[in-house]
């Protein structure tokens, strides 16, 4: 069973960046295509990322492309969230999850097995 923990979040102002981390164990991490997502207050989780195992292919929700980066250390079996041009709309609990999918074409959140308990961002001045 593999477990993720996630970190890196906190309070911030608009602008500002931050870079989110999953720490994964339990299993391995190598073998998962990995992502983040993220649920708003009162909003259904959204897709916001995903890698493939060699981070060769990468997988971003439209609004993220340009700000967000996902990326992985396998040596470290961790996972990353580099964050820009935070605004306050990006204001929500962020959680990494992981299966072992072919590709990082499915951004359900059905798709995920394994998933972290999440990380605070809050974006306000």
């Known amino acids: 069973q593999v477990q993720l923990v996630e970190s890196g979040g906190g309070l911030v102002q608009p602008g500002d960046s931050l870079r989110l981390s999953c720490a994964a164990s339990?299993?391995?991490?190598?073998?998962?295509?990995m992502a983040w997502f993220r649920q708003a207050p009162g909003k259904g989780r959204r897709f916001v990322a995903s890698i493939s195992r060699r981070s060769n292919e990468r997988t971003y929700a439209e609004s993220m492309k340009g700000r967000f980066t996902i990326s992985r250390d396998n040596a470290k079996n961790t996972l990353y969230l580099q964050m820009g041009s935070l605004q306050p709309e990006d204001t929500a609990a962020y959680y990494c999850?992981?299966?072992?999918?072919?590709?990082?074409?499915?951004?359900?959140?059905?798709?995920?097995?394994?998933w972290g308990q999440g990380t605070q961002v809050t974006v306000s001045s």
């Open positions: 999850a992981g299966d072992t999918l072919a590709d990082t074409t499915d951004t359900g959140v059905g798709a995920y097995a394994f």
């Open positions: 339990g299993g391995t991490f190598s073998s998962l295509t």
